[in-house]
């Protein structure tokens, strides 16, 4: 048997586990979707299929269930956010969807959104606590407005100033003293800061969703078997370690 | 994670905290030593105040003022303990800091030995089984490094030989 436009896989992971999961990408993305293979009896079939991009996979450790996140896009909003898509029983003859989608649901502010920079994660709770998946949340930028004609430059470069211009242009760089991070380590991690995101905790079984993080200044560390996380936050004490002195942080849990 | 809602445990403190395994108490370093907060009772505890010895890497040359810690290697089942390195060893110290012990004795020996504990638990997040445990071993004078065993007091087997010829 020969799968093509595989993007993704990942085997279900358990002993016993038979269950291949596959995303399919292709050109176009016709056909993109989640196709399952059963090698035990070597058949093969479409969980879902959407004119979308898949990313993502992951089983939960010794299950049948099983995630993956899709892009979606609106005429609102720079970029995509992430649906999260949850199947359990994979295995059976009839699957259970569940859907985590944030722009419909209301969950998130619409200049927030679900991000693929942080894959979705199978959480260790507590017995009883239900399934708990952790995703990352961060801004939507609204769309850039189209230059108008006269002002600016576009990447087709029309309307943008003459190269010699260009070159005659100072660069001034304005660094505020009271600025923890100085703008050569700004300059260095701006596409790392492009894709920050606050992690969040979606509860599946009551579909509610609780952002953990509250600044980037901050780690937050989920409890194994317990639905608990402990928070080290630091911004008070920036300016101390910028320059490489003390680092001093407060504990929450939350 | 329910709620979202945060409350302080401790301001001010020196490193960030990690959990224990089994939940119960996080860790953290400040001044030197090693606190437990119980989460169930928000009890914060120096737990090496009475350990004969130093966790602090005072030959680091790190600039901040806060020497940094030798670490921490994990804690033992049911969250009893937590083990801890000094110089050349390990220690196990109770949750609470009330008994500490060497789980390695390599600092004792003449020509002292660093010995660090391998975890070979099968799932990240599993508690360290300290009953007999392998450790890596390095000679800070000879340069040499390799494996062995602790059972006890006594490093037994492959002491300083080297990895690479």
Same mark, same amino acid.
């Given at each position: 048997?020969?799968?093509?436009?595989?993007?993704?896989?990942?085997?279900?992971?358990?002993?016993?586990?038979?269950?291949?999961?596959?995303?399919? /990408?292709?050109?176009?993305? +016709?056909?993109? *979707?989640?196709?399952?293979?059963?090698?035990?009896?070597?058949?093969?079939?479409?969980?879902?299929?959407?004119?979308?991009? $898949? +990313?993502?996979?992951?089983?939960?450790?010794?299950?049948?269930?099983?995630?993956?996140?899709?892009?979606?896009?609106?005429?609102?909003?720079?970029?995509?956010?992430?649906?999260?898509?949850?199947?359990?029983?994979?295995?059976?003859?009839?699957?259970?969807?569940?859907?985590?989608?944030?722009?419909?649901?209301?969950?998130?502010?619409?200049?927030?959104?679900?991000?693929?920079?942080?894959?979705?994660?199978?959480?260790?709770?507590?017995?009883?606590?239900?399934?708990?998946?952790?995703?990352?949340?961060?801004?939507?930028?609204?769309?850039p407005a189209a230059p108008e004609g006269g002002r600016g430059g576009n990447a087709n470069g029309r309307g943008a100033a003459?190269?010699?211009?260009?070159?005659?242009?100072?660069?001034?760089?304005?660094?505020?003293?009271?600025?923890?991070?100085?703008?050569?380590?700004?300059?260095?991690?701006?596409?790392?800061?492009?894709?920050?995101?606050?992690?969040?905790?979606?509860?599946?079984?009551?579909?509610?969703?609780?952002?953990?993080?509250?600044?980037?200044?901050?780690?937050?560390?989920?409890?194994?078997?317990?639905?608990?996380?402990?928070?080290?936050?630091?911004?008070? $004490?920036?300016?101390?370690?910028?320059? /490489?002195?003390?680092?001093?942080? #407060?504990?929450?849990?939350? | 994670?329910?709620?979202?809602?945060?409350?302080?445990?401790?301001?001010?403190? *020196?490193?960030?905290?990690?959990?224990?395994?089994?939940?119960?108490?996080?860790?953290?370093?400040?001044?030197?030593?090693?606190?437990?907060?119980?989460?169930?009772?928000?009890?914060?505890?120096?737990?090496?105040?009475?350990?004969?010895?130093?966790?602090?890497?005072?030959?680091?040359?790190?600039?901040?003022?806060?020497?940094?810690?030798?670490?921490?290697?994990?804690?033992?089942?049911?969250?009893?303990?937590?083990?801890?390195?000094?110089?050349?060893?390990?220690?196990?110290?109770?949750?609470?800091?009330?008994?500490? +012990?060497?789980?390695?004795?390599? *600092?004792?020996?003449?020509?002292?030995?660093?010995?660090?504990?391998?975890?070979?638990?099968?799932?990240?997040?599993?508690?360290?089984?300290?009953? #007999?445990?392998?450790?890596?071993?390095? *000679?800070?004078?000879?340069?040499?490094?390799?494996? /062995?065993?602790?059972?006890?007091?006594?490093?037994?087997?492959?002491?300083?030989?080297?990895?690479?010829?």
């Amino acid at each position: 048997m020969t799968i093509g436009n595989v993007t993704e896989f990942a085997w279900q992971p358990t002993d016993t586990g038979r269950l291949l999961a596959m995303v399919i /990408g292709a050109d176009g993305q +016709a056909g993109n *979707g989640v196709q399952i293979y059963d090698a035990a009896t070597s058949t093969l079939r479409v969980l879902e299929t959407a004119p979308t991009e $898949y +990313a993502g996979l992951s089983w939960r450790d010794d299950s049948q269930d099983l995630l993956v996140m899709k892009s979606k896009t609106d005429d609102k909003h720079d970029g995509p956010t992430q649906v999260i898509d949850v199947w359990t029983g994979v295995g059976t003859a009839a699957p259970t969807l569940v859907t985590l989608d944030s722009t419909v649901a209301g969950m998130l502010p619409p200049t927030q959104r679900i991000v693929n920079s942080r894959r979705a994660a199978w959480m260790n709770g507590p017995a009883g606590a239900g399934q708990m998946i952790s995703v990352g949340v961060a801004d939507w930028p609204a769309k850039p407005a189209a230059p108008e004609g006269g002002r600016g430059g576009n990447a087709n470069g029309r309307g943008a100033a003459p190269a010699a211009a260009a070159n005659d242009k100072a660069d001034v760089d304005v660094w505020h003293w009271n600025d923890p991070i100085v703008m050569a380590r700004q300059k260095l991690s701006v596409a790392a800061d492009r894709r920050r995101s606050l992690p969040a905790v979606w509860h599946v079984s009551s579909n509610k969703l609780v952002v953990l993080g509250k600044s980037f200044d901050e780690n937050v560390s989920p409890i194994r078997g317990t639905t608990l996380a402990l928070v080290s936050e630091f911004t008070p $004490y920036l300016m101390d370690r910028s320059i /490489g002195r003390e680092r001093r942080t #407060s504990i929450w849990p939350t | 994670m329910t709620t979202g809602q945060r409350t302080l445990l401790k301001k001010d403190v *020196g490193s960030n905290a990690s959990a224990s395994t089994g939940g119960k108490y996080a860790i953290f370093a400040d001044n030197g030593h090693y606190w437990t907060i119980n989460l169930a009772t928000k009890a914060v505890t120096n737990i090496t105040a009475a350990v004969k010895t130093s966790f602090v890497d005072v030959e680091s040359d790190s600039t901040s003022p806060e020497r940094p810690m030798f670490g921490v290697a994990g804690w033992t089942k049911n969250d009893e303990a937590v083990v801890l390195y000094d110089k050349y060893d390990a220690w196990r110290v109770s949750a609470d800091g009330s008994t500490a +012990a060497r789980v390695t004795s390599c *600092g004792l020996e003449k020509d002292p030995v660093r010995c660090r504990i391998l975890n070979l638990a099968p799932q990240p997040g599993e508690p360290l089984d300290i009953s #007999s445990p392998f450790v890596t071993m390095f *000679g800070p004078t000879s340069k040499k490094s390799g494996y /062995g065993r602790s059972p006890g007091r006594r490093i037994d087997h492959a002491r300083e030989d080297s990895l690479d010829g």
